[in-house]
């Protein structure tokens, strides 16, 4: 199958691609590398240095490349970005997003998958896990330019037949994530400073809970969404929720970090406790997820403690 990434130069996105090329598909990557790096692309996949608010742009490298699917990673992906400029949010997710729809309803693309978020869209939730149906009251604009393109996708889906799969991502974490990072990226922060032996604040009491998932699951779900889950919307979950506080012991122990850390003030609009239920995609994409915590923060500090050293010889 021929697969578009757009977003394969990030984060997540260069996973995506990776899995898709290990499973044996023609890949090329859509990336501005606005936050994505070009030694996170795969060397098997052509990159397009494109801006996705450039429709003539994104429209000419779809129609060159002419995939079967285009599975949409890029985005404009913080929090605070969202509320400190969400016009520049809006434009990105939406309008940028936009044109990607546009351009695969005009190159005959058969699919979309889309990487929405879990975490960002229902505020408080009434109940834990919550499940898809849960109602939507995102805090942030970043959640509510997420949930507006997967309304646009099911627009695109009546009026054009353009199929789309939309995944609800927890909070992901592994290899590649940005430990510099300010906001956020709970484990690349904490990881990142315990190996450098730095000390560390955790904001507000630490007992704030969130849903964590390797990004290797994650890769996995897009790849089960090439033949599964039409017009769908599932969570990509662990389904647990675990404490911040829990996260720094558990990355303590990895990195021997021995400090204690510092409480600061508590971040405004951070939800307190969340976790996502993943029934849905257990029964209709037929995945599940296979890494547990241990072991992906196991992988991550390994990660991380190789860069870190790396950098150190550089320099
Ligand atoms: N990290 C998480 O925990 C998480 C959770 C839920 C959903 N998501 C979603 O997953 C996707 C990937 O997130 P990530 O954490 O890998 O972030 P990331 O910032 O590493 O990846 C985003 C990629 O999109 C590219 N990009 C940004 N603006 C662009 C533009 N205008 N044109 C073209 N490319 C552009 C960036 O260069 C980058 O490579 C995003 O859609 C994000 O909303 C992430």
């Keep these: 199958m021929k697969i578009l990434v757009t977003g394969g130069a ?39 240095r494109v801006d996705i608010r450039d429709l003539a742009k994104v429209n000419d490298a ?48 058969r699919k979309v998958i889309f990487s929405s978020t879990g975490g960002a869209l229902y505020g408080e939730p009434d109940v834990v896990p919550a499940d898809e149906d849960h109602p939507i009251r995102p805090l ?5 330019s997420k949930f507006a393109f997967e309304q646009y996708l099911g627009t695109f889906e009546r009026t054009f037949h353009l199929n789309y799969t939309v ?49 290797g ?25 675990v404490t911040v ?3 720094f012991r558990k990355l303590s122990i990895l990195t021997e970090y021995k400090l204690e850390p510092r409480f600061g003030p508590g971040r405004k609009g951070d939800v307190y406790r969340i976790a996502l239920d993943n029934t849905r995609a257990r029964e209709r994409l037929g995945w599940e997820p296979r890494i547990q915590l ?5 992988l991550t500090v390994d990660y991380f403690r190789g860069q870190i050293a790396r950098l150190r010889s550089s320099t």
């Design 10 to 48: 990030g984060f997540i996105g260069s996973h995506v691609a990776d899995a898709y090329i290990a499973a044996g598909h023609e890949v090329a990557v859509l990336d501005n590398l606005s936050t994505g790096r070009e030694e996170n692309v795969n060397p098997k996949a052509a990159l397009h």
């Design 62 to 109: 779809i129609a060159s490349f002419k995939p079967d699917v285009v599975n949409h990673h890029a985005a404009q992906s913080e929090v605070p970005k969202s509320v400190a400029d969400p016009g520049y949010d809006a434009h990105v997710n939406v309008v940028g997003g936009l044109n990607v729809l546009r351009a695969c309803v005009d190159n005959s693309v």
């Design 140 to 144: 942030s604009p970043y959640g509510t």
């Design 167 to 215: 995944l609800r991502y927890a909070n992901v974490y592994g290899a590649r994530q940005d430990f510099f990072a300010e906001e956020g990226r709970v484990v690349a922060i904490f990881a990142g400073r315990m190996i450098e032996g730095k000390p560390l604040t955790i904001d507000g009491d630490g007992n704030q809970s969130r849903d964590m998932l390797h990004v």
């Design 217 to 241: 699951d994650i890769a996995a779900a897009n790849l089960a969404a090439l033949e599964k889950g039409d017009g769908g919307t599932f969570h990509v979950s662990s389904g647990f929720p």
């Design 245 to 247: 506080n829990d996260l």
């Design 294 to 298: 241990e072991e992906g923060l196991r």
